[in-house]
Every structure is written in structure tokens, then in C-alpha cells.
Nanobody
Framework: VQLAESGGGSVQPGGSLRLSCVASESDFTINAMGWYRQAPGKQRELVATIRNSGSTNYADSVKGRFTISRTNAKNTVILQMNSLNPEDTAVYLC???????????????WGRGTQVTVSS
């Protein structure tokens, strides 16, 4: 499964960015997709996830500012980020969790990441 992220960039504090991630594998059934981030010198942390049911989970630090959604095709996840602040600066990575038909194992795939920089 290949995950292609787009939409990162540089923005001033208070600005907005929209990240997109498309999963390419058609034989892989996706249960959930999500966004994580990793800042220099810090561990990777959850930003938000969304399951096929539509249920979402957000890190406390982004609640009320970020919104995660998926397209009807279920293979694309969007992260709308508003009211960005310098603490949001990080590489944002897309993830997809699911399984291959006929197999029980659950796999998680990762994108390469897209840089988000918030500074004045």
C-alpha cells in the first residue's frame, strides 16, 4: 500500500492548511486512516484518526482546531488544520490500517510525511 500525502507548507500563526492522503492499494481493505506528527527531537504522536464507521479521535492539543474526514471512496483522508500555532510545526505522516481479503493479520502502512511549518 502506498500513501501519498500533499498539502504541507509554511504558514503564519493563526493560519490554515489542508492535508490530503491517498491510499493506492485496491486489494487492501482499510479499517481506519489517520494523521500523526513528529517534531525534531520528539516522538511521533497521534494527531487524529477516523474509522470506517466515521468515529474520530483527536489529540487534546488539536481538538477544536483540526478536523479529520474521509472521502466517499474511503481511500482518501483529509486533515483540515485551522488556528495553527508554532507548536504544530512537524512532519505530518498519514497512516492506513487494514487487512487483505482472506487473511486475518492487520497491517499499518505509513506515508513518507509532509512538512508543516508555522512561524511568523
Amino acid at each position: 500500500v502506498q500513501l501519498a500525502e500533499s498539502g504541507g507548507g509554511s504558514v503564519q500563526p493563526g493560519g490554515s492548511l489542508r492535508l490530503s492522503c491517498v491510499a493506492s492499494e485496491s486489494d487492501f481493505t482499510i479499517n481506519a486512516m489517520g494523521w500523526y506528527r513528529q517534531a525534531p527531537g520528539k516522538q511521533r504522536e497521534l494527531v487524529a484518526t477516523i474509522r470506517n464507521s466515521g468515529s474520530t479521535n483527536y489529540a487534546d492539543s488539536v481538538k477544536g482546531r483540526f478536523t479529520i474526514s474521509r472521502t466517499n471512496a474511503k481511500n482518501t483522508v483529509i486533515l483540515q488544520m485551522n488556528s495553527l500555532n508554532p507548536e504544530d510545526t512537524a512532519v505530518y505522516l498519514c497512516s492506513a490500517e487494514g487487512f487483505y481479503m482472506g487473511y486475518d493479520a492487520v497491517y499499518t502502512y505509513w506515508g513518507r510525511g509532509t512538512q508543516v511549518t508555522v512561524s511568523s
